[in-house]
């Protein structure tokens, strides 16, 4: 559906921004592999963790969804049943590559498949580790899903250095570890998210430069009660939204400050973003606070490279918009990652902003640009990927004049009342 958007004269009001999809999608899967009834306050309810909930829902195990609360009857790492039918992670990166891990040891056989975004996304990276850990697991020609994951002898544990600085990839290892024989080690030399070894209470050490978590095989997973905090990267849409419209005053209450999230943060404090953190405390493992955001006039003389890459992965399309409406060079190198999310993310942040007038220059592995005075409003795409319309819907009501916005509603992926919550703050 096509969404037309207006500039926006002021941002005001206070928002809570749904819970954390990253979180939400481990507690569910967390909470399936556990022993006894697992309640999650505060998940997403949005397609993307839906997708997890189903596939677990398919795999035998009971569970209740209120407004206020996710029950999950865990019936420990070999509680799942056989699926009638071939499970459909949908949209979710997460949900295939996280539960080919748990998939991986049980003694059934199973197929995952996605919709056509995720059916182009690369799965060796996950396939490769699993199946040196004796997984037996197979996609297409082309490394791509649907995957057909048969029953192993047994899986055995071993030491894996990340290729690639991925939170889905070690949590699929780190869940298959839980099946292996001995001590399955990850090594990360850019730490990317940690929420899958906080939620399992998993150690991790460093040495020489790297971070290396650890799992024990047949370590038993409790079930537990999990407080979601609202999703930063969620929050990253109106905190640049705040900053780039005049007149703005938002509060974001009750956002997840995980410091392996919050790297734009602080990116856009050094382009001059006036950020104010309050009221900061831990819920249930994760640090949390609320956020204070006033009109800034923001500078985008920046370079974004190296290891922030991973911590920012998700916020870079909204960075370019936050640096679209600023003077200054901008730069992002190293993030070839982005071309292998929900969409190809450079090709299409860059498509976007040349719509906008900005002369951008495209690499392999990332952009750069110059702003200027003359931005025009425009008709994007988000090709399908909820953070590309976000991003530019954001965009669009910084813009002077009429923009649209094509397949506005994939928002519904990870913030389904995005639209209203961002017209509400117009208003
Ligand atoms: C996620 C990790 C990131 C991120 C994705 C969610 C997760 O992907 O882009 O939105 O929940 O582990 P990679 O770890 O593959 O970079």
């Not at 939170?167 to 780190?174: H, W």
């Not at 939204?241 to 790297?263: D, F, K, M, Y």
């Not at 985008?300 to 370019?320: H, Q």
């Not at 993030?335 to 498509?351: P, S």
Request: charged share 20%; hydrophobic share 40%; net charge negative.
């Amino acid at each position: 559906m096509d969404k037309t958007l207006i500039t926006a004269h002021h941002l005001r009001g206070e928002l809570n921004v749904p819970g954390d999809k990253s979180i939400s999608h481990r507690a569910v899967m967390i909470g399936s592999i556990g022993e006894g009834t697992s309640e999650i306050d505060g998940f997403l309810n949005a397609a993307d963790p839906r997708s997890t909930l189903e596939c677990i829902r398919a795999l035998g195990i009971e569970t209740t969804l209120t407004s206020q609360t996710l029950r999950i009857i865990g019936r420990g790492l070999h509680g799942y049943h056989k699926p009638d039918a071939m499970l459909d992670a949908g949209n979710s990166g997460t949900t295939m590559r996280l539960l080919s891990g748990i998939l991986s040891g049980q003694r059934f056989p199973s197929q995952i498949t996605g919709d056509q975004y995720l059916l182009r996304r690369p799965m060796k990276r996950i396939i490769d580790p699993l199946t040196e850990m004796g997984a037996q697991i197979v996609g297409t020609d082309k490394f791509t899903a649907p995957l057909k994951i048969f029953p192993s002898d047994r899986l055995h544990a071993i030491t894996y250095e990340l290729p690639v600085p991925s939170a889905q990839v070690k949590s699929a290892i780190l869940f298959a570890g839980l099946y292996a024989e001995g001590l399955t080690r990850v090594e990360e030399s850019q730490p990317s998210r940690d929420h899958t070894e906080r939620m399992l209470g998993l150690s991790s050490t460093s040495s020489h430069g790297k971070k290396i978590v650890a799992v024990e095989g047949g370590r038993r997973v409790e079930a537990s009660r999990f407080f979601i905090p609202g999703d930063p990267s969620s929050a990253a849409f109106f905190i640049v939204a705040a900053l780039i419209v005049p007149n703005s005053e938002v509060l974001i209450r009750n956002v997840g400050l995980n410091p392996s999230r919050t790297g734009f943060l602080e990116t856009l404090r050094a382009m001059g973003g006036n950020i104010r953190m309050e009221n900061e405390r831990s819920i249930g493992g994760e640090p949390v606070g609320d956020i204070l955001v006033t009109t800034s006039a923001l500078h985008s003389d920046i370079v974004l490279k190296g290891s922030v890459i991973p911590n920012i992965i998700d916020e870079i399309p909204i960075l370019a918009v936050a640096a679209a409406f600023a003077p200054g060079r901008f730069e992002v190198r190293d993030a070839f990652e982005l071309r292998n999310k929900e969409c190809d993310r450079i090709g299409a942040v860059c498509e976007n902003l040349l719509l906008m007038g900005i002369d951008v220059e495209e690499f392999d592995d990332g952009f750069a640009f110059e702003s200027n005075n003359n931005l025009i409003p425009s008709h994007f795409d988000s090709f399908g990927d909820h953070r590309i319309a976000m991003a530019f819907g954001v965009a669009a009501i910084g813009l002077p004049g009429e923009s649209t916005l094509r397949e506005s509603e994939c928002v519904g992926i990870s913030f389904p009342t995005f639209w209203d919550v961002l017209h509400t703050l117009a208003n």
